[in-house]
T-cell receptor, first 109, second 115 residues
Framework: TQLLEQSPQFLSIQEGENLTVYCNSS?????LQWYRQEPGEGPVLLVT?????EVKKLKRLTFQFGDARKDSSLHITAAQPGDTGLYLC?????????FGKGTSLLVTP | DAGVIQSPRHEVTEMGQEVTLRCKPI?????LFWYRQTMMRGLELLIY????????DSGMPEDRFSAKMPNASFSTLKIQPSEPRDSAVYFC?????????????FGAGSRLTVL
């Protein structure tokens, strides 16, 4: 099993602040995905990164895939209360995805 | 499309009882996955199917757990007998066909509490 470690586990910030969360592994991945999960719902895909060093932007969210394809980061600019949720990274070989335990983000007004 | 449909959304049962969780994947998706989520262990893959055939069940915790997919539009996860440590949220997900990346669409989950 390819383990994915996410940090920090919990993050509480005020609206307007910037933040970065991390996803690290000792394994190389062909791709990594980021999902967001809201209470009472299933995870929803935000982005897939495929190429080492790749940077993808989704409005105020910036995703980066490490050059060695072992790690990834998610940066949120000017966080809003609507960004509150559990952010999960996922990767794997074949068709089975392994997930990190996630970063629980709380953005207060 | 209504997405991945799971039932029941909530189940409370007593130790020793049989529990059956149900999933209807998105039409046309050829892979179906069952995951379990707890605070301690996060999201764990239990089993997945391709074209209704179980491919990897190495994540199923023990013989009390079984999963079936009798047709392309229905799958069940059964726990018999249930134990308090089985309390978790169980998610079903399906995979979109013919995509290069492994994109999963999740259902809303079934929250199981075993007393």
């Amino acid at each position: 099993t390819q383990l994915l470690e996410q940090s920090p586990q919990f993050l509480s910030i005020q609206e307007g602040e910037n933040l970065t969360v991390y996803c690290n592994s000792s394994s190389v991945f062909s791709s990594l995905q980021w999902y967001r999960q809201e209470p009472g719902e299933g995870p929803v895909l935000l982005v897939t990164v495929v190429t080492g060093g790749e940077v993808k932007k989704l409005k105020r969210l910036t995703f980066q895939f490490g050059d060695a394809r072992k790690d990834s980061s998610l940066h949120i600019t000017a966080a809003q209360p609507g960004d509150t949720g559990l952010y999960l990274c996922a990767g794997g070989s074949g068709y089975a995805l392994n997930f990190g335990k996630g970063t629980s983000l709380l953005v207060t007004p | 499309d209504a997405g991945v449909i799971q039932s029941p959304r909530h189940e409370v049962t007593e130790m020793g009882q049989e529990v059956t969780l149900r999933c209807k994947p998105i039409s046309g998706h050829d892979y179906l996955f069952w995951y379990r989520q707890t605070m301690m262990r996060g999201l764990e893959l239990l089993i997945y199917f391709n074209n209704n055939v179980p491919i990897d069940d190495s994540g199923m915790p023990e013989d009390r757990f079984s999963a079936k997919m009798p047709n392309a539009s229905f799958s069940t996860l059964k726990i018999q007998p249930s134990e308090p440590r089985d309390s978790a949220v169980y998610f079903c997900a399906s995979r979109q066909r013919d995509l290069g990346a492994n994109v999963l669409t999740f259902g809303a989950g079934s929250r199981l509490t075993v007393l």
